[in-house]
């Protein structure tokens, strides 16, 4: 390799660490791979050999029942690949287990950040800024519309629809991994003492979190509880439940949504959601054009996301970056 | 601004319409004058200040925002009230407490194109991100929230428990912030004497005729008459006190642009028709009018030269007579009015009105085989009114059908698809489609024929957004070229020539009838298919 950075390619279908034959993230399954968090667009299964936070792989082993050619990492660790390329794992902030990676090879620094946040999250550490040459940074939410509010607003919002409607309950919608451990944790540090109700398809990795460490206070589960017990409740449900049949069995359930698409109305209604509630576990265009300026790299590669935003904040601020063509990412989901 | 902020907030995401309108209703019954006067006027579409348009704030945005940031952050969100409300930066300095309703109405009329910019600013930095929204939504007089004017009438009515069908009658003759209207509905004042002001009352409107009413109508067809559906547009003809309007389907009132249809009104009436230009190219046995097509060249115009007027000259076709010098005569039966109407044509100038004819028709089959003549003779389709039914505002069910002849089907290419705005935001909901100029397989190309967006269900519509994402060759800003791999069937209304596409043809009313996935795009029509239908 003598070109600069020709080690590293971006390939429609991933990042390619060409010496270790080794794949970041993945969309397809492949001999070896570097997985940032569990996320089901970026820890696909498959792979001969998964490289990951000890915490992803046990997600990954939740979702796909195996942890065969599993090689677990800690943070801070640094494990040496073939072709004498070191990759080293550090906290993103996304969601518990999820990391940035950090590859050295010849004396050249590259960071990919997978999905990462920047905001405190009781159920995981926070984003550590990585000093490199070449920052690949996510821009799910790359645009300047984006500015998520503070966390502590949107629980009091949902706190309060909860009050003012005794005879109804409120129906959460949040992602599986991370989004409804956050809001169930956030609603904790709120002084939220009642027991939280799940669907039961949020149920085993919200077991997982505890396994973990991470403190969720009681949670039952909604199937089997009379309809009656319910109002003046908290229920959480994957999103997709949230106008699904299943829903019919709550009493005149408000329908909110935890999701930073929540910003923007026309989302919310599209979702058909009466209490939207901008929580996000991504950066928002205030953090990521900050860690831009933090980590102060040579050069920034925008990936899934709205990355001409970026690319043309980049090049407002006289800083060099160019935007990759990734496929397979949810860009939608959060 | 904070309470009428959280109403627009609230109506966003309120699905249910009663719930939309307790809404509504609380809001007006709590709110003080003049500002519930001024926010029902924003809720319906009653506002307009000149100085402020939607370049205002494009241009107030560019001045503090990069302009490429601007259009990507407008191409993302899907409006651009909410696009400004969320990129506007927080003011430095302590702007001052949030203004009412009322305080801002008074400095958005007090603007000139001029000022408009620094004064709008000025309002935006005391108001958090909700405030600028309802503010700009209310500044552009396009509050595009799912509400209809007619519902914010239904829920002043249900704060105020008066009569909705007396809110309608007395609403046109008010201005916002209709103090005389809240006085009455409110108060208990008298209601406001509307009998000298030429007012406009809302249309008797159809509902398509299909299903079940389809099915009833077999057996009901003796209770109804038959009438042509003319293919120009529906105006209502007012007179009083020496003073003619012509209002257009929605309320508005488009005198000016058709200055010698007013001109020949001198009888104190409210007559219903179908505005038309004379031509030779509408049948049926009246014959004499052009097809929309030329109607459109008089649309829309402010000014209307000598010229327009000697080419495209417009007259009106009555459907109905609602008031004859003093008497009203929306209580009678349909037939009654007929009879009115009949005796009453003979009085108006002969060059500027007739009398759309009755179908004689002796049931629904033989209509339906008249109906088929519609095409070959540019009418739109026929209309079938009870013979005993009052004529009533709105749609009421049962009363008046409308039966609209079949649309012409034609299988085009998916070529560009473009974001939608408001409900449609962010998805792939535009399509532009094209049929092939020759035979594809020696190397014939698309051209654009036309661009539609609706005819398809919601979860198609997701289907069609991920097909786009994943079939993109090309992307012109917020334009995507697709790969020509996909076919619509389009069905639309008719079909003319035109200098202004390359194609040489523009659809009527085209929309995506089905997505045939299945069908090769070589396969689609070609061009001279549709150059075949055209029937100018």
Known sequence: ?334 | MERFAHLVDSLVYTRSRNGKLQLIADYLRETPDPDRGWALAALTDGLDFPAVKGSTIRNLLMDRVDPLLYALSRDFVGDTAETASLLWPEPLADPGPPPSVAEAVTALQGMTRATAQAEVAALLDRLDANGRYALLKLATGAMRIGISARLAKVAFAQAFEVSVDDVEEYWHGQFPPYAELFAWAAEGAPAPDASHVPLFRPFMLAHPLEGPAMAAMEAEFPNYAAEWKWDGIRVQLVHVNGETRVYSRSGDDISRTFPEVAGSLAIPAVLDGELLVRGSHQGGEEGGAASFNALQQRLGRKVVSKKMLAEYPAFVRLYDLLIREDEDLRPLSWEQRRAELEAFVPRLDPARFDLSSVIAAGSLDELAVIRERARDEAIEGVMLKRRDSPYVTGRKTGLWFKWKRDPLLVDCVLMYAQRGSGKRSSFYSDYTFGCWDGDPDAGAELLPVGKAYFGFTDDELKWLDRHVRNHTVHRFGPVRETDKSLVFEVAFDSVHASKRHKSGVAMRFPRINRIRADKPAHEADRLNALRALIRD
């Not at chain 1, 498959?46 to 800690?74: F, N």
């Not at chain 1, 519309?145 to 009050?163: D, G, N, Q, S, T």
């Open chain 1, 1 to 334: 390799m003598s070109a600069p950075f020709a080690w590293i390619r971006p390939e429609p279908h991933g990042i390619h660490v060409v010496p270790a034959d080794t794949w970041i993230d993945p969309a397809r399954p492949v001999d070896s791979a570097l997985v940032t968090h569990g996320h089901a667009d970026h820890a696909r299964g498959g792979h001969g050999r998964t490289i990951a936070t000890p915490a992803t792989l046990a997600i990954m082993k939740l979702r796909y029942l195996t942890d065969a050619g599993s090689t677990p990492v800690e943070y801070g660790e640094t494990i040496r690949l073939p072709g004498g390329v070191d990759a080293t794992f550090v906290p993103a902030g996304h969601v518990l287990g999820s990391a940035q990676i950090l590859l050295e090879h010849a004396g050249e620094r590259v960071v990919v950040t997978g999905d990462y946040k920047r905001r405190p999250d009781p159920t995981c550490p926070p984003f550590e800024c990585t000093p490199c040459d070449i920052f690949i940074t996510e821009a799910t939410f790359g645009l300047p519309v984006f500015r998520h509010p503070p966390i502590e607003e949107e629980i009091a919002k949902l706190l309060k629809a909860r009050a003012d409607n005794p005879e109804r309950c409120v129906l959460v919608g949040a992602y599986a991994l991370g989004k409804a451990q956050r809001v169930i944790a956030e609603l904790r540090g709120a002084g939220y003492r009642e027991p939280i109700y799940l669907h039961g398809a949020l149920e085993r990795m919200c077991r997982l979190y505890e396994e973990l460490g991470v403190d969720l206070g009681e949670l039952r589960l909604v199937a089997g509880m009379p309809k009656g017990a319910l109002a003046g409740g908290i229920v959480l449900c994957p999103p997709s439940a949230l106008n699904d049949r299943w829903s019919r069995r709550l009493p005149d359930p408000i329908t909110a949504m935890a999701s930073g698409w929540m910003r923007v109305r026309q989302r919310a209604r599209q979702k058909m959601v009466e209490l939207p509630l901008v929580i996000s576990d991504h950066a928002d265009w205030d953090e990521l054009t900050r860690t831009i300026e933090e980590v102060d790299p040579g050069c920034t590669w925008i990936t899934h996301g709205r990355e001409d935003a970026l690319l043309r904040w980049c090049q407002l601020h006289q800083r060099k970056a160019r935007a990759l063509a990734l496929v397979g990412y949810e860009d939608e989901d959060d």
